[in-house]
């Protein structure tokens, strides 16, 4: 079974603080993919990474796949309270395994 | 509005009832899979299908069936529902499991 743990699980800071999420497995990925999700909402994909060592910018966000394909970390630059929410990470081992792995998510609160 | 549309949003049953729960996207995405989402247990995939005619199971399929006769449409059938399933259901689809999902926006499932 694969496994991606995240951390921190919670996180609670002031607006225009920096923060960094890290997403961790034992696995390599053929994609490692974040999401956000709100209250009562599914989740919504940020972005996909499919390259070992690559780094892709979302306005205020970064993430970061590392080189050996089995960790990634996201980067908020001066978070703001519309940042608030959990954020979850995915990875795709690809091949015949066709199954999506979530971590277990951060869960982020922005404060005014 | 092109996504992934989830019927019914809120559900309650009795035990041992059976129910199903609607998915369909128009998309013509290959991929759907079904996830149940419960507190500290993050996402955890059920069922999953790689186009119509093509199911298998995920990591806690007991309980839940699936069909897809159709690309846009992947029922999850509830047989007999039991407490432990109250949880929130989300479908998701993909035209590539490693480019990232669209999810629907859930279905609260409450079994009494």
């Known amino acids: 079974t694969q496994l991606l743990e995240q951390s921190p699980q919670f996180l609670s800071i002031q607006e225009g603080e920096n923060l960094t999420v890290y997403c961790n497995s034992s696995?390599?990925?053929?994609?490692l993919q974040w999401y956000r999700q709100e209250p009562g909402e599914g989740p919504v994909l940020l972005v996909t990474?499919?390259?070992?060592?690559e780094v892709k910018k979302l306005k205020r966000l970064t993430f970061q796949f590392g080189d050996a394909r089995k960790d990634s970390s996201l980067h908020i630059t001066a978070a703001q309270p519309g940042d608030t929410g959990l954020y979850l990470c995915a990875g795709w081992s690809g091949g015949s395994n066709y199954k999506l792995t979530f971590g277990k998510g951060t869960l982020l609160t922005v404060n005014p | 509005n092109a996504g992934v549309t989830q019927t019914p949003k809120f559900q309650v049953l009795k035990t041992g009832q059976s129910m199903t729960l609607q998915c369909a996207q128009d998309m013509n995405h290959e991929y759907m899979s079904w996830y149940r989402q419960d507190p500290g247990m993050g996402l955890r995939l059920i069922h999953y299908s790689v186009g119509a005619g093509i199911t298998d199971q995920g990591e806690v399929p007991n309980g839940y069936n699936v069909s897809r006769s159709t690309t846009e449409d992947f029922p999850l059938r509830l047989l007999s529902a039991a407490p432990s399933q109250t949880s929130v259901y989300f479908c998701?689809?993909?035209?590539?499991?490693?480019?990232?999902?669209?999810f629907g926006s859930g279905t609260r499932l409450t079994v009494v």
């Open positions: 998701a689809s993909s035209y590539w499991g490693g480019a990232g999902y669209t």
């Open positions: 990474v499919v390259t070992g060592g």
């Open positions: 696995s390599v990925f053929s994609s």
